[in-house]
């Protein structure tokens, strides 16, 4: 346990971040699952679930809840996925 003022606060700040970070990442993996079901099933809303979810990594990046690469990554496997269905 933190003993000092400035960790026990550093310690909220760390859980709050967190519990930020998580929903955007849960927000992605569920646009992520949406946007896989909406391809494999032919659905025209696909390249429209593809720019939110590009949009969304987007957004992430720039809050430092994932990395740059894993954005570029994921919007890549996105592209294709559009482009081969």
Do not use: Y
């Amino acid at each position: 346990m933190a003993h000092t003022k400035s960790a026990i606060k550093r310690l909220g700040t760390s859980k709050k971040a967190n519990l930020r970070n998580r929903a955007r990442i849960s927000e992605l993996k569920t646009i992520e699952k949406k946007l896989r079901a909406a391809v494999a099933a032919g659905d025209a809303s696909a390249a429209e679930l593809a720019r939110k979810f590009s949009s969304r990594l987007d957004k992430a990046v720039k809050a430092g809840t994932i990395h740059a690469n894993r954005a570029a990554n994921k919007k890549s496997q996105a592209d294709k996925l559009i482009a081969a269905k």
